[in-house]
T-cell receptor, first 116, second 112 residues
Framework: GAVVSQHPSRVICKSGTSVKIECRSL??????MFWYRQFPKQSLMLMAT?????????EQGVEKDKFLINHASLTLSTLTVTSAHPEDSSFYIC????????????FGSGTRLTVV | DAKTTQPTSMDCAEGRAANLPCNHS???????VYWYRQIHSQGPQYIIH???NNETNEMASLIITEDRKSSTLILPHATLRDTAVYYC?????????????FGQGTTLQVKP
């Protein structure tokens, strides 16, 4: 089946620094990828839709200058959390649409970000 | 906003069938029902999806009511590894690029 690889699985960074998270579709091309954020004991919240070769579409309330998304190829999207603060600590998850209707969307394994 | 409602939590005895309900009373004719689950600290995992007919795969069965306003996910022989949050989501047929909006899901606890 379709596989989405997300890296790193966990990262700790200092407040004020930037962190990049990668999301790769390993065996299919993904023209569209999605980025979610999940706080403890809460559901996934969609942050943005990443389209290959064009600007990402952000959900209401998500700061596009803080969460930079780049989708430069059909197999790679990156999310950069800029000037991270402790309140950005969360579980970030990407997903990509796979070929055909069989699987719908495939999700990465997530990145646990801790800002100290 | 999510277009589905699910019970917050359910318990199931190991080895028994787990039946997880989902209400999607505003579903339109061109929307699938998808089920995903999320085991703690992992990304969601696809389980099954359907349009109007009942579906079965190696993981589960999906029963959709005739009016399509609700569905039930059935795990026929629940194991401890099935403990997870189960999400029921509706998605348009026509788009492989449409957003997936998650509700709160049902936390299923499988007990020995």
């Amino acid at each position: 089946g379709a596989v989405v690889s997300q890296h790193p699985s966990r990262v700790i960074c200092k407040s004020g620094t930037s962190v990049k998270i990668e999301c790769r579709s390993l065996d299919f091309q993904a023209t569209t990828m999605f980025w979610y954020r999940q706080f403890p004991k809460q559901s996934l919240m969609l942050m943005a839709t990443s389209n290959e070769g064009s600007k990402a579409t952000y959900e209401q309330g998500v700061e596009k200058d803080k969460f930079l998304i780049n989708h430069a190829s059909l197999t790679l999207s990156t999310l950069t959390v800029t000037s991270a603060h402790p309140e950005d600590s969360s579980f970030y998850i990407c997903s990509a649409s796979s070929a055909g209707e069989r699987y719908g969307y495939t999700f990465g394994s997530g990145t646990r970000l801790t800002v100290v | 906003d999510a277009k589905t409602t699910q019970p917050t939590s359910m318990d199931c005895a190991e080895g028994r069938a787990a039946n997880l309900p989902c209400n999607h009373s505003t579903i339109s004719g061109n929307e699938y029902v998808y089920w995903y689950r999320q085991i703690h600290s992992q990304g969601p995992q696809y389980i099954i999806h359907g349009l109007k007919n009942n579906e079965t795969n190696e993981m589960a069965s999906l029963i959709i009511t005739e009016d399509r306003k609700s569905s039930t996910l059935i795990l026929p022989h629940a194991t401890l590894r099935d403990t997870a949050v189960y999400y029921c989501i509706v998605r348009p047929i026509s788009s492989n690029t449409g957003k997936l909006i998650f509700g709160q899901g049902t936390t299923l606890q499988v007990k020995p």
